[in-house]
């Protein structure tokens, strides 16, 4: 059987508590809404009142502009680790087929690191507590998301200096 004919596979056991806060972002497939010269690229998890996950996702962009996008993702009930997220405004989500489905793939023991991917296999992200991640743990996740059929070819890995976009950037417009 080939890597296209297998089923991606989400985690079974995500304790969304563990998973919340900030990711840094170590490498990712190339994705239409992210330039591929983004660099600081973080994404932070909060729990929403209504029991929904904030999503921000922040970076410098390639010409040097601090950008965000919120999003709301909606944990599957059936399926721990499994995440729908739009990142449509908040008064379109309500609109069908706008979510995209968000799978947490593999996950190490202490949530230090989390491979995350869509089950088409169009979009792949590696994740980091910390802005760089040793050789070994990097490896173990590119295999996992090789062994799930993912194709690395066109692999992205953004210039992390641990800097994070803040909300004074956002609102100046400007990275320093």
Not at 58 to 70: F, M, S, V, W
Request: aromatic letters at 8%.
């Amino acid at each position: 059987m080939s890597d296209q004919d297998r089923q991606v596979r989400s985690v079974e056991d995500l304790d969304l508590q563990r998973y919340l806060g900030l990711w840094y972002e170590i490498g990712r497939l190339p994705l239409r809404f992210e330039d591929d010269g983004a660099r600081d690229v973080t994404a932070e998890y909060s729990l929403r009142d209504d029991g929904t996950v904030q999503v921000d996702n922040r970076c410098i962009d390639a010409e040097g502009e601090p950008t965000q996008a919120l999003g709301q993702a909606e944990p599957d009930e059936d399926h721990a680790g499994r995440l729908r997220v739009s990142f449509l405004p908040e008064g379109l989500r309500w609109i069908p087929f706008t979510r995209a489905d968000y799978w947490v793939l593999h996950i190490d023991e202490g949530y230090r690191h989390a491979l995350v991917g869509t089950p088409d296999r169009k979009h792949l992200w590696l994740l980091a507590r910390e802005p760089h991640i040793d050789a070994e743990a990097e490896r173990e996740f590119l295999a996992e998301a090789r062994e799930q059929g993912y194709d690395l070819t066109h692999w992205i890995r953004p210039q992390q200096s641990g800097a994070r976009v803040t909300d004074e950037q956002l609102s100046h417009g400007a990275a320093e």
